[in-house]
């Protein structure tokens, strides 16, 4: 039997009297692509900031590539890389200039940064577009640099906050292919939330749906989809099933303000 590479014991997070992350256990295996869904303000993105060791838990504990968070953040983020929902690349910067300076922060030694770099952009499909500044990448080609720079260092640990948001349906395909290349080349375990329900069906071996903070059901998508007894179910009909009508809920003022911020610089 296998040893989790994620797993969360009771793993809480409060904002005064709101529960955000109510009590969530889950374990992730080695090599596994783990889909977290919910509606906007269900507690995903809480959720990963609390395993990034960027929020601390309220309560509970978690273990990532066999660390703790709460008392090994440091070698926890060394074992992972992370491609946030908002953009984490300098326009003024060329390609290959924003990758060295994450492997300055991640402290690649200066022998290997030159090849360690071309090897990452040549793995994303943008070798020929290193000596480019960023401002001229379309989205789907930022993306992919997002990805290149969070698995630079080669971590066991991939997570991805809505990686596709604002990209269009051929530029999520060439991210998605780009990720598959990851997970199979390098043994990546990738942790990631969507709202896009087809990509979670395609790319996940399991999901995780969250409601009002908590994790409500869990399982493989073609298992939920024959939990809810309906035949010809989607895995949106699941969803819908477990959290009632909040799909169509929009989320706050914040969270369509900051998706349509980012889908426009991706754009």
Known sequence: MTTPVIETNALTRSFGE????????????????FGLLGPNGAGKTT????????????????????????????????????????????GTLTGYENLLIFARLYDIPRRERKTRIRSALKFMGLEGDADRLVRTYSGGMVRRLEIAQSILHRPPVLFLDEPTVGLDPLARKAVWEHLDGVRSEYGTTIFMTT??????DS?????????RGKVVVIGEPDELKASIGREGATLEDVFIHYTGSELESGGSYRDVSRTRRTARRLG
Do not use: F, N, W
């Open 18 to 33: 709101l529960i955000a992350v109510d009590a969530m256990t889950i374990s992730v295996e080695p090599g596994e692509t």
């Open 47 to 90: 959720a990963i900031k609390m395993l990034i060791t960027l929020l601390p838990p309220t309560s509970g504990d978690a273990s990532v590539a066999g660390y703790s968070i709460l008392r090994h953040a440091g070698e926890v983020r060394r074992m992972i890389g992370y491609v946030p929902q908002m953009l984490s690349t300098e």
């Open 195 to 200: 709202h896009l329900m087809e990509e979670a």
């Open 203 to 211: 790319m996940c071996d399991r999901v995780a749906i969250m409601h």
